[in-house]
Nanobody, 120 residues
Framework: VQLQASGGGLAQAGGSLGLSCVAS????????AAWYRQASGQERELVAG???????NYAESVKGRFIISRDNAKTTWHLQMNSLKSEDTAVYYC???????????????WGQGTLVTVSS
């Protein structure tokens, strides 16, 4: 499974940005999809995740500001980021857990990362 992330860029504090991630390749099913982020000098952290059924969960720091969504085919997911803060500045990575035809265990795929910079 290959992931291609897009979006991000520069925003002012209080503004909005959107991220998208598209999966390609072959799979039996795409399960949990998510966005993680890694700020400079910090560990990667989960921002938001969404199951194939559409159940979403969020990091406390983004609840009420970010929205994760997924298309009906479940191959594309988005992160709408509102009311941005300077502490949201990070490289954002998309992620998906998949069941494939070539592995008996779930596989874990990552996108290439996209930089989000929020200026105060």
């Amino acid at each position: 499974v290959q992931l291609q992330a897009s979006g991000g860029g520069l925003a002012q504090a209080g503004g909005s940005l959107g991220l998208s991630c598209v999966a390609s390749g072959s799979w039996r099913s795409l399960n949990v999809a998510a966005w993680y982020r890694q700020a400079s000098g910090q560990e990667r952290e989960l921002v938001a995740g969404i199951t194939a059924g559409g159940s979403a969960n969020y990091a406390e720091s983004v609840k009420g500001r970010f929205i994760i969504s997924r298309d009906n085919a479940k191959t594309t997911w988005h992160l709408q980021m509102n009311s941005l803060k300077s502490e949201d500045t990070a490289v954002y990575y998309c992620y998906v857990e998949a069941l494939t035809y070539y592995s008996p265990s779930p596989t874990h795929s990552w996108g290439q990362g996209t930089l989000v910079t929020v200026s105060s």
